[in-house]
């Protein structure tokens, strides 16, 4: 276990509501929906690279690494980096499957979602991309928090 994963287990629960919180920020008046976290990210060339160190973290996470075990690595890569490219305000469509319809029989748990979740914080940490970007990032992606887990 690395010293960072050692660390991001002892937080699992504290991530999972500050996701949840940030998730319901977006229906503030102050709704988060302007470009610049595109920005922010180092474009879709940026979002690729950091998807591609989750990818690695992923690999190394025996949280969840058995959930993906042949998996297309290219197809997921291209995926997740349109997902979180048009998430971020960016010019992508993300053309992949629904999340409900994906995650649909893998009876994700919270464990296994904040993981997940850690992994790409780990590898925006990587990639130097300010906290407040990052905390941007993860606010868009709490609201599939219940689609992902099927809930
Ligand atoms: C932050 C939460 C998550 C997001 C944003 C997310 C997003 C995605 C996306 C965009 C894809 C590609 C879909 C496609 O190719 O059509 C995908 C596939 C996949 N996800 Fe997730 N996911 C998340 C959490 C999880 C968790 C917690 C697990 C399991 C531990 C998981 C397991 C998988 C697997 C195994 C695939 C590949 C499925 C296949 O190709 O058949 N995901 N996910």
Excluded: W
Excluded at 35 to 44: A, K, T, V
Excluded at 89 to 118: K, L, W
């Amino acid at each position: 276990m690395t010293k960072f994963s050692a660390f991001y287990r002892s937080t699992t629960g504290p991530l999972l509501i500050l996701l949840l919180t940030l998730g319901g920020c977006q229906n503030l008046p102050s709704s988060d929906n302007t470009s610049d976290l595109y920005e922010q990210l180092g474009e879709r060339k940026g979002i690729a690279s950091i998807v591609e160190d989750m990818l690695y973290r992923i690999v190394e996470d025996d949280r969840i690494n058995q959930a993906f075990k042949g998996v297309d690595v290219v197809q997921f890569h291209r995926n997740l980096t349109d997902q979180l490219c048009q998430l971020s305000g960016g010019p992508c469509t993300y053309n992949g499957r629904s999340m409900r319809e994906v995650h649909d029989g893998m009876a994700i748990t919270d464990t296994q979602f904040n993981a997940v979740a850690e992994d790409l914080i780990l590898a925006m940490e990587k990639n130097g991309i300010p906290t407040a970007a990052q905390n941007r990032l993860l606010a868009r992606i709490a609201p599939l928090y219940p689609t992902i887990r099927g809930l």
